[in-house]
Nanobody, 128 residues
């Protein structure tokens, strides 16, 4: 199993970034997927999740990113995306793509126990 995130960078407050996650080694279309972030010195924080097509590709978001972030998936490309708009300094973190053990939303939103695989992360820094 491999999950490889990309698209991070440094952006000013109010800016946008689009993260991508290339998945391989498992049946991506049958997997519930999530984005998780971890700020320096803090634990993991669930950001967003999307279930499978069977589940209706339903999306879920933590309250702090609702209306600003959008998760999506392209099963033909085995790729997960996170469009991030109106970025704030508090969004600064290492962002991970992860496969969930069960359909979203997660029960433990500040724990890795909801996920069986995750990537190495991509850094997002929001600063003026």
């Amino acid at each position: 199993v491999q999950l490889v995130e990309s698209g991070g960078g440094m952006v000013q407050p109010g800016g946008s970034l689009r993260l991508s996650c290339a998945a391989s080694g498992f049946t991506f279309s049958d997997s519930d997927m999530a984005w998780v972030r971890q700020a320096p010195g803090k634990g993991p924080e669930w950001v967003s999740a999307i279930n499978t097509a069977v589940g209706g590709d339903t999306t879920y978001y933590t309250d702090s990113v609702k209306g600003r972030f959008a998760i999506s998936r392209d099963n033909a490309k085995n790729t997960l995306y996170l469009q991030m708009n109106s970025l704030k300094p508090e969004d600064t973190a290492l962002y991970y793509c992860a496969r969930m053990f069960h359909p979203p939303p997660p029960i433990a939103t500040m724990s890795w126990e909801e996920y069986d695989y995750w990537g190495q992360g991509t850094q997002v820094t929001v600063s003026s």
